[in-house]
């Protein structure tokens, strides 16, 4: 009996050794496709679509900070916007800290 018990155990062994190494590689390479498809790519959309909004900015539209200030865009340069607070007051932040349009903010309520 116990014999027939040792030799079904090597029989796995010997089996579980043959498998083809490129089969162990699957879940790797499915555990990628996941992170992929639900990680990196909505990222790099999210990524292209600031961009995009970044590069259309124009004078007098009013947006908000990714601090949470609002204001009206008084001046745009390649890397810095000056915003016009109520009240006159103006202030200069990077333009890669603009968190989007304050209409669109404001439509949401």
């Known amino acids: 009996m116990m014999f027939l018990l040792i030799s079904n155990a090597y029989a ?14 699957i879940p790797f390479v499915l555990v ?11 990222q790099k959309k999210k990524m292209q679509e600031e961009q995009d909004f970044l590069s259309k900015l124009q004078h007098g539209a009013e947006v908000f900070t990714k601090s949470g200030i609002l204001g009206k865009i008084s001046g745009i340069t ?25 209409k669109s903010l404001l439509e949401t309520k």
């Open 12 to 25: 796995q062994a010997a089996a579980g050794a043959q498998q083809n190494p490129l089969m162990s590689m």
């Open 32 to 42: 990628f496709v996941v992170m992929y498809f639900f990680m990196i790519r909505p």
């Open 78 to 102: 390649e890397k810095v916007v000056t915003l016009e607070l109520e009240g006159g007051t103006k202030m200069k932040v990077l333009k890669t800290h603009i968190g989007g349009s304050a």
